[in-house]
DNA sequence: GATGAATGAGTCTTCATTCAT
DNA sequence: TATGAATGAAGACTCATTCAT
């Protein structure tokens, strides 16, 4: 199709063609609804030679992941310049995770739809990386709090020691969940309404984030009204 | 299984039979995976009988969409009591909405992921829900912009008018956009994660929020540094 | 082809014809070489009403070989008339055996070779059909034993009792294993060789072994030379 | 694996690696269960290798057929000792034809079981061998009956003119038929009894088959009975 | 003498869907 | 209202076999 008929190639050319089609396959058209047939022909090979080379459907997907998870974080990793101030840092790395993931709508969708929607085997392998960008942003929020209300200090990179982290873990994943679906949101929203660029985009959601991050550091918590009345149920 | 087996029930009975079983083994199993053999049998009734009500796989999925969207969108609705503050109004509807997702983790997979996941005819579907959510959530955030800064306040609906709108039109959809969006993946996570009830998660999101919409409505908004010099990729 | 298209039969019938179908493919062209889609179009069905029925190719090689290993053990059964002389209730069990098999050769085909060549699921299912048979012969060979040494007589069925069996247990075994293993080779023998009768074949059975087991019993074995000399290997 | 990477070596050699291969994969997998890759993987070259060699897996396992008779039938050959008497020489023959297929499970498989299932390119290649061994035997036989009932006598081997043949032609193969049968049979038996050692398997058989033999030469046939009102479904 | 790269053809198996009753 | 009987179409996977070097 896109390329002429090329033949014998190196064996590691070809396994990156063959994830090339497959995450584009997969992408769009879903893990089960992917058919091998379609990702062969769509790398310029034939079946047996994707068999060959990734050993089945499940091992052609996770090996998707893996290529996909390790791109996207190491996008967001190098996006980010250390040595800056820690809104800084966050600002970039959703920039950062923006852009990639615009440019990679099927490998995004790969890592954030499927792989969720696909047993153990996969979703294991997904929550290897959201480990590592949850963790990237805790430390982030971690400096902030240590820091002091202000998160725009520039303050220095240590890990240093606090004597309590001033959220509980758990906490922190729920807000790390929450940051990566409004990102997704609005990245869906901003690509289809006219006149909002990714960049504004990321700007709307990092004051949507970071004031309320800060009021949480400086333990000025929203918190619910008294129930009154209520009927649940 | 779980029902004895009655026959000869009027249609409007057996239809709801056949979506629960059907939002069941479509939430869980995903949409390609669910077979409406397994789909027939979990109802307790034969194939044929499936399709004869609901046309098709498609058309059965489409309808499980709809049921399940509809009694999210009432379950909400009917959670908020109107004539209250906005942060109360948006608190309770969280609540309704964590709550209600968290009662019924396959309808709301049917909603959040399988729906998205495969292509049009039920993504459009879904889109319409979204945009009630998404529409009274912006009133929300906009009727909390007009009433000044602090929304945190449990005033009356219109204390001091300001005459122009706090936020411009676009960033509040932007914010909407990116609470619904917050909202559905904490649903997610919530659903998945042990430990972490409805309310927590609607604590999370809405200390999350509301300090940063607060924050932006008095006009301290977090803006993106210069770029200094980066070299973009 | 050999049945006219005949639509719409109860499940019992079906199944018969697609055993029918599969006896004769496994027999002719082996457990591998056989392929369901030759099955499926010899019985005059479509696959997947197979597959419904019968639910994998293993499965349904276990069930041919459960039926032609019942059909066999009943022919030889009933083929044996109780009350007569131990020479003549073998004499008529093997006729019932040669006849049963030639008139089958398909499914001895089964039973002898294909479940034999291929692991342990099929392989115990043919040992306890060959258990039944080698039970009977032994039964056979024990009591002529016990009647004295001319099992050629057509005396009643117990002349003169001598206490002790005149053979070991054990060797009344390794005797039934040859007869029975001598008939299996022959039938597979007098079913590939034109001009042989299933009679023949069981009367050159009984030639070789009776005698021979008449001898035993007398008190004449056969007993091996004393080595001399052998350089083994 | 057993063998070390060992590059460029003579043609024959390589051909008997491969051949080694061939006969412990198709004798445990089965013919067609058995793989090209498989068997090239097992004789340490590549495919391609295998092919140049011995042109198609039906050629390559012809190859086998033909060695493995080979190499049985010089095996029952060499262990004969000719000039002593008949009942001796199949007495060592037979111990030679155990001792053989005991050390050689996989060729045995091929030359009994496989090649018997797989249509005629094959059975052909196996009948030779098989021709050979009848002929060795009905040639003991053949002097055994022409030296009068005793078949222990030494007498010389002259193929010599005896006016009628005992025996007709078939007769005789069927009974080599079912000699071989019991031979398998009773060792299978034996590997699997414990008690029972390889040479009582082959005495047991002896007395079985040497005495039957000999009434048959002497013109004692066991004789079916008269049918007495058997109704022969 | 030897191999990495590649494929056409076929196998088992499943699924959504429909008749005929 | 309800179902037992039946299938066309497609999908994952494997294999014997061949180039080009």
Known sequence: MGSVKTKRMPRAVR???????AVKTFGQRGYMAASMDE???????????????LNSKESLFSACIRREA???????????????????RLWEGLQAFF?????????????HLQARTHGEPFAAEVAAMREEIVAFVTRLIAVAARDGGTP??????????HGDPALPEHEVAGLAEALVGAAESLAAWAN?????SARQAA???????????????????????????????
Chains 1, 2, 3, 4 share one sequence.
């Not at 396994?15 to 089609?21: G, K, N, S, T, V």
Request: charged share 20%; aromatic share 6%.
């Open 15 to 21: 396994e990156q063609q063959m994830l090339d089609a």
């Open 192 to 196: 289809v309404t006219p006149g909002v």
């Open 70 to 88: 390790a791109t996207l974080v190491e996008a967001v990793r190098s996006g980010v310049r250390p040595g800056t101030s820690a809104d800084r």
């Open 152 to 161: 725009c200090s520039n303050g220095a990179e240590s890990l240093g020691d």
């Open 39 to 53: 990702i062969a022909e769509l790398a310029g090979v034939s079946k047996p030679l994707v068999y060959l080379y």
């Open 203 to 233: 700007a709307t959601l990092m004051n949507f984030a970071w004031a309320g991050l800060g009021d949480l550091m400086e333990g000025r918590p929203w918190s619910p009204p008294p129930p009154q009345a209520e009927a649940p149920r």
């Open 99 to 111: 852009t990639h993931t615009a440019r990679n709508p099927d490998g995004w969708a790969i890592l």
